[in-house]
């Protein structure tokens, strides 16, 4: 069964950056949507940042400007770029990803914290 492997998470000081990469382990036939989502302590799950198969991007309002999501379909990956980060974007981050098929993915998670 497919897998999604996240990486890059860890600590940073409010203003710094973090890259995270999430990689399909296995197969995934005909993906037609990747996202990144954050749960903050306390918090509901929330969308981050959407990518298309056009390459088309959404994000949330709070991240509009700082986040970067990006794909690179040949090495089965996306990336989520997170510039001037702030105390508020604290959280685990999860990737996901959807098949053609409608089968749902989620990545194992992993936290980024800002803090000074």
């Known amino acids: 069964q497919a897998q999604l492997v996240e990486a890059g998470g860890g600590l940073v000081q409010p203003g710094g950056s973090l890259r995270l990469s999430c990689a399909v382990s296995?197969?995934?036939?005909?993906?037609?949507?990747r996202a990144w989502y954050r749960q903050a302590p306390g918090k509901e799950r929330e969308l981050v940042a959407r990518?298309?198969?056009?390459?088309?991007?959404t994000y949330a309002d709070s991240v509009k400007g700082r986040f970067t999501i990006s794909r690179d379909s040949a090495k089965r990956t996306v990336y989520l770029q997170m510039n001037s980060l702030k105390p508020e974007d604290t959280g685990v981050y999860y990737c996901?990803?959807?098949?053609?098929?409608?089968?749902?993915?989620w990545g194992q998670g992993t936290q980024v914290t800002v803090s000074s």
């Open positions: 296995g197969s995934i036939l005909g993906i037609n949507n």
């Open positions: 990518i298309s198969n056009t390459g088309s991007t």
């Open positions: 996901y990803m959807q098949s053609g098929f409608g089968d749902t993915y």
